[in-house]
């Protein structure tokens, strides 16, 4: 059974920093890339960023500089360092993974940056 567990997240000023985790189980997480998502009220969900079974790293535009995605396979998790936080960063952050083309969710934790 494939679980996701984000933690972290938290109401944070703007310029501040919050470091997300999500715990993985269920899963060869080694092999697995591993991404971040987030969806703000009333938006779809967009990518945030993801990193490869090599380490190898992906970023929207909009978070580029700022956000750095990590992994430590020896805990089965995977991070995302959030710095300068702006309000329009608020939303609902999800990790995700893909097993056997299904695309697998946590429930989410809430990032709220005010201004």
């Known amino acids: 059974q494939v679980q996701l567990v984000e933690s972290g997240g938290g109401l944070v000023q703007a310029g501040g920093s919050l470091r997300l985790s999500c715990a993985a189980s269920?899963?060869?997480?080694?092999?697995?890339?591993m991404r971040w998502y987030r969806q703000a009220p009333g938006k779809e969900r967009d990518f945030v960023a993801a990193?490869?079974?090599?380490?190898?790293?992906n970023y929207a535009d909009s978070v580029k500089g700022r956000f750095t995605i990590s992994r430590d396979n020896a805990k089965a998790t995977v991070y995302l360092e959030m710095n300068s936080l702006k309000p329009e960063d608020t939303a609902v952050y999800y990790c995700?993974?893909?097993?056997?083309?299904?695309?697998?969710w946590g429930q989410g934790t809430q990032v709220t940056v005010s201004s």
């Open positions: 995700s993974a893909v097993v056997l083309v299904r695309e697998y």
């Open positions: 269920g899963i060869i997480f080694n092999f697995k890339t």
């Open positions: 990193v490869t079974s090599g380490g190898s790293t």
